[in-house]
């Protein structure tokens, strides 16, 4: 879409006013996937989350990263899931599989089954 400088000028102005006029409970930095996070950090401070990125969970490892948690990327959803099963039966501590959802869910099954 091509604008004026005009007609710019105002979408600008006007978004400038609807962030002034925003409440401050609108303005808070915690996400729904901070909150997820920090359940888990609470259930087991010590997690390791095996991942696969995507788009929809994008948020989610980004609030993980911003808690430092340990994150091992992976280039397939069956890994993650294998490599998570390694860990918790290794270690005793919760291990997190992340992956997109779809095929991404389903490729996990054969180390989910295991």
């Given at each position: ?51 696969l990125t995507g788009g929809p969970i994008g948020p989610l490892v980004d609030a ?46 054969t180390g989910v089954a295991g």
């Amino acid at each position: 879409m091509c604008v004026s400088g005009q007609t710019a000028g105002r979408i600008a102005m006007e978004q400038e006013e609807t962030r002034a006029n925003r409440s401050p409970a609108v303005e808070l930095d915690f996400t729904a996937a901070d909150l997820i996070v920090e359940t888990l950090l609470e259930c087991d401070p010590m997690l390791h989350v095996f991942c696969l990125t995507g788009g929809p969970i994008g948020p989610l490892v980004d609030a993980f990263c911003r808690r430092q948690v340990n994150i091992t990327f992976l280039a397939h959803e069956q890994a993650c899931a294998m490599a998570c099963d390694g860990f918790v039966r290794s270690s005793g501590n919760l291990g997190i599989t992340l992956v997109t959802n779809g095929p991404g869910v389903t490729n996990t099954l054969t180390g989910v089954a295991g």
